[in-house]
């Protein structure tokens, strides 16, 4: 079982900016972000291939937000800028235990983060 853990949740005013980090605990080949804002469904934010470092992002956050890893540290990074009242959600950082096609469902992933949550307001 790889344990993920995110931290660097907070609050942060419109046009702001926000770090979080997901580190795991053994290598994976795929991790990424997810988010879910209070009802409504999780969406997919942004992945990140491990070994060739291809990165993937939602509509909504191109351009403001950049998915990153640091392969010694096995720990990937979500660089928000720009942040929007739409943003406001629990980011949850996950990850594949085997390779796959698809990234941006949830059930392209294994394992689950608890979750760190991220307040954008005026």
């Known amino acids: 079982q790889v344990q993920l853990v995110e931290s660097g949740g907070g609050m942060v005013q419109v046009g702001g900016s926000l770090r979080l980090s997901c580190a795991a605990s053994?290598?994976?080949?795929?991790m990424g972000w997810f988010r879910q804002a209070p009802g409504k469904e999780r969406e997919f934010v942004a992945a990140?291939?491990?070994?060739?470092?291809?990165?993937y992002y939602a509509d909504s956050v191109k351009g403001r937000f950049t998915i990153s890893r640091d392969v010694y540290k096995l720990t990937q990074y979500l660089q928000m800028n720009s942040l929007k009242d739409e943003d406001t959600a629990l980011y949850y950082c996950?990850?594949?235990?085997?390779?796959?096609?698809?990234?941006?469902?949830?059930?392209?992933?294994?394992?689950w983060g608890q979750g760190t949550q991220v307040t954008v307001g005026s």
């Open positions: 990140i291939r491990w070994s060739g470092g291809s990165t």
């Open positions: 053994e290598v994976t080949y795929t």
């Open positions: 996950a990850a594949a235990r085997m390779w796959r096609v698809g990234l941006s469902t949830s059930r392209d992933y294994d394992y």
